[in-house]
């Protein structure tokens, strides 16, 4: 009886774990096929394991390659990462202060450039010129482009602003070979791979032969000197001259990745107190923080930073293509190695790690801003078709009570991509009811009365949307489609 009594736990703990992970491969899968990935690799840490490691597609198109778990990627950005733990256990070792200046550590730099304290460098709020430009640096250019940045004006004060620049890894690169007293790449290898047991992660650009490496693909060209998004594949060639590895260098793989977040984690490559360091956003001269995008609000010592009140996450993120999510409240760690340029991961990793956290999830309303979650709670209770009645009876419970045009809309157009044609239409009618003359609300409206099938209710709308937005093209082509 014990006996079949453990048998029926384990097979109903596999099934359980089974289903997840194929709700969660099917996820991917779709993705991958809306967004053209062609390769990819997937590893999730949960309370200090690997509790998945999966790899799907195409490493090499031209060939058939398919990835498979020792399949090197580029990761682009995600180097800076491994830089600001350099940096961290070089402060352990009593050689670095963040609050110095630069000129503390390097000679001859331009006035300006002196002031810059070593966490505005890792946290891009230095000010200083950008080194890239429009184009990257080519081989065999890096004196030229070193000199030429030089010269160039500072873009704000010290700590002003936010501004992503690759001149502050550059320098932050020259910091770690002087004290460490090995060049940047050395200094990595022996005190991070090697101390982890990473076997293949190594620096290199598309100038390195790099064995079993992934090759890069994009559907962004150059169209009448224009880089637009285009509907043909192409390679993405990417040239990173050694002095500016410490920005975007790195070559990897899901499973080593992983294996490194741990070792951080657990203590092996920093203390615990350095590990909070590394973590936490520098904060601007106005008191804020400031980072990519709204989800992607902040900086630390050269890892962005989701801050927010659920589920906070450390999020490197590289060459719009690769993600790294730690979720320190939560335990768990997404990586998402892609070789598709503008896949953007960093946009589907919360709804991967729903699969681990429920509570994550976009269908339990994960992501919504607080005020429409609170709103979503109460309508999942009493029905969308009140959504109008219950903003009204908030309104004079508090005179004060806003809903942005633009998150309303985000979030049916959001229930129209979980399927939920009938709960979007009512929160495109709130958007209307909310604001009466946006162009924008009506167009909202009428596109969902269009694929609901109500023609007259359609043309209706979109001519609403035309009285406040007389530019609106695609309002004027709806119509014309719908009277035909």
């Not at 958007?431 to 043309?459: F, M, R, T």
Request: proline share 5%; net charge positive; charged share 20%.
């Amino acid at each position: 009886m014990k006996r079949t009594l453990i048998l029926f736990v384990f097979l109903f703990g596999y099934m359980i774990c089974y289903g997840q992970s194929s709700k969660l491969d099917q996820y991917i899968k779709n993705i991958m096929q809306e967004r053209r990935i062609p390769g990819l690799q997937l590893a999730i840490i949960q309370h200090g394991k690997i509790v998945k490691l999966q790899q799907y597609g195409l490493a090499n198109i031209q060939d058939s390659i398919s990835v498979n778990q020792h399949t090197l990627f580029p990761i682009n950005s995600i180097t800076k990462a491994f830089v600001g733990v350099a940096v961290m256990q070089l402060v352990e070792q009593g050689k670095l202060d963040l609050e110095k200046p630069v000129s503390a550590y390097l000679d001859s730099l331009p006035g300006a450039w002196q002031a810059v304290k070593i966490k505005q460098l890792l946290s891009h709020q230095s000010g200083l010129p950008e080194i890239f430009g429009d184009e990257p640096v080519p081989e065999g250019e890096e004196k030229t482009a070193w000199k030429n940045v030089q010269t160039m004006p500072m873009q704000f004060k010290p700590g002003e602003s936010f501004s992503y620049n690759q001149t502050n890894y550059l320098l932050i690169g020259k910091i770690i070979d002087k004290l460490s007293g090995k060049p940047f790449a050395q200094f990595i290898q022996e005190k991070q791979l090697d101390a982890a047991a990473l076997k293949t992660t190594c620096f290199g650009d598309a100038h390195t032969v790099i064995r079993q490496q992934a090759r890069s693909y994009t559907f962004f060209h150059k169209v009448d000197g224009k880089t637009i998004r285009t509907r043909e594949i192409g390679n993405v060639f990417e040239e990173v001259p050694p002095f500016l590895r410490t920005a975007a260098g790195m070559n990897s793989n899901a499973e080593e990745l992983a294996k490194w977040i741990i070792a951080l984690q657990a203590g092996k490559l920093l203390q615990k107190n350095s590990l909070q360091t590394l973590w936490k956003p520098t904060i601007l001269n106005n008191g804020k923080i400031a980072g990519f995008s709204t989800m992607l609000n902040g900086y630390a010592l050269g890892w962005p930073v989701a801050q927010r009140e659920a589920h906070p996450a450390l999020a490197p993120i590289g060459g719009g293509r690769s993600a790294i999510f730690v979720y320190p409240q939560d335990d768990l760690t997404v990586i998402v190695l892609s070789n598709m340029q503008g896949s953007s991961p960093e946009s589907f990793m919360d709804e991967i790690a729903g699969h681990f956290v429920p509570g994550m999830l976009a269908e339990n309303g994960f992501g919504l801003p607080p005020a429409i979650q609170r709103l979503r709670s109460k309508l999942l209770e009493k029905g969308f078709a009140h959504a109008i009645e219950m903003v009204k009876a908030e309104k004079k419970k508090n005179a004060d009570y806003t809903l942005a045009e633009n998150e309303v809309n985000a979030w049916g157009y959001l229930l129209v991509s979980q399927k939920k044609p009938a709960e979007a239409l009512e929160i495109f009618k709130l958007n209307v009811y909310l604001y009466p003359k946006s162009g924008n609300a009506y167009d909202s409206l009428a596109e969902a009365y269009q694929n609901g099938g109500h023609k007259a209710l359609a043309i209706y709308n979109y001519e609403q949307s035309l009285k406040f937005d007389p530019k609106n093209s695609n309002a004027i082509k709806q119509i014309e489609l719908l009277r035909k």
